[in-house]
Structures are given as structure tokens and as C-alpha cells.
Nanobody, 123 residues
Framework: QLQLVESGGGLVQPGGSLRLSCVTS????????IGWFRQASGKEREGVSC????????NYADSVKGRFTISRDNAKNTAYLQMNSLKPEDTAVYYC????????????????WGQGTQVTVSS
């Protein structure tokens, strides 16, 4: 059974940093792209970042480009999202998800999801 579990969220001041982790189980991560999404209260879910099976040319939403970094460690069945220079508008529940091989910026293309971890950026 596929399972994804996010962790690492919390309360941080503007300008601070957090690293989110997504630990997967029940399948081999090697052949899957990994996406990070977020949903702020009362807002639609949006794609944050995605890394393909190969790990080359990861993509980022314009709002986080230059501040967030996605990475993966297939041996540990884990994906990460390093978030620096956090802003209040980054406040949201963050989710990881996987799909076969290729990235997509649409959440509907991802078949397996974690339960999310809350990130709150506030002074």
C-alpha cells in the first residue's frame, strides 16, 4: 500500500527557514516524480515544486523560485523541500505527492498523496 508522510512544518518568523520531509513506503521511489503542493486556508491548492525521476531541471512556482529547493534521496525513499526566506504568504498546508516518471504542475495528475504538514510564517 502506497504511503507518504510529510513532516517538518511548524511556526517560523518571516525570513526564517524550514525543511520539509516526505517519507514514502510501499513502492520503489526510483521511477516516480515527486511534487510539493500547498493549500492556504480558503484558497485553491497550488503546485510549489516538482522533481522528475531523473532529478534534472526541477521546476518551481514563480512565487518560490530562488527561495525553495526540492531534492530527493531514493535510497531513503524520501523527498525534501528546503524553504528559505519564508514569507507570510507561504503559510499553508504543504503536501507531497508522486506520479510516474514525469513532473506535472497539476495536482490531478498525481495519484498518491500525503496528509500534509502545516507551515505558518508569522511575526
Amino acid at each position: 500500500q502506497l504511503q507518504l508522510v510529510e513532516s517538518g512544518g511548524g511556526l517560523v518568523q518571516p525570513g526564517g527557514s524550514l525543511r520539509l520531509s516526505c517519507v514514502t513506503s510501499g513502492f520503489s521511489l526510483d521511477n516516480y516524480a515527486i511534487g510539493w503542493f500547498r493549500q492556504a486556508s480558503g484558497k485553491e491548492r497550488e503546485g510549489v515544486s516538482c522533481i522528475s525521476k531523473s532529478g534534472g531541471s526541477p521546476n518551481y512556482a514563480d512565487s518560490v523560485k530562488g527561495r525553495f529547493t526540492i531534492s530527493r534521496d531514493n535510497a531513503k525513499n524520501t523527498a525534501y523541500l528546503q524553504m528559505n526566506s519564508l514569507k507570510p504568504e507561504d503559510t499553508a498546508v504543504y503536501y507531497c505527492a508522486v506520479r510516474y516518471v514525469y513532473c506535472s504542475n497539476s495536482g490531478t495528475d498525481f495519484g498518491s498523496w500525503g496528509q500534509g504538514t502545516q507551515v505558518t510564517v508569522s511575526s
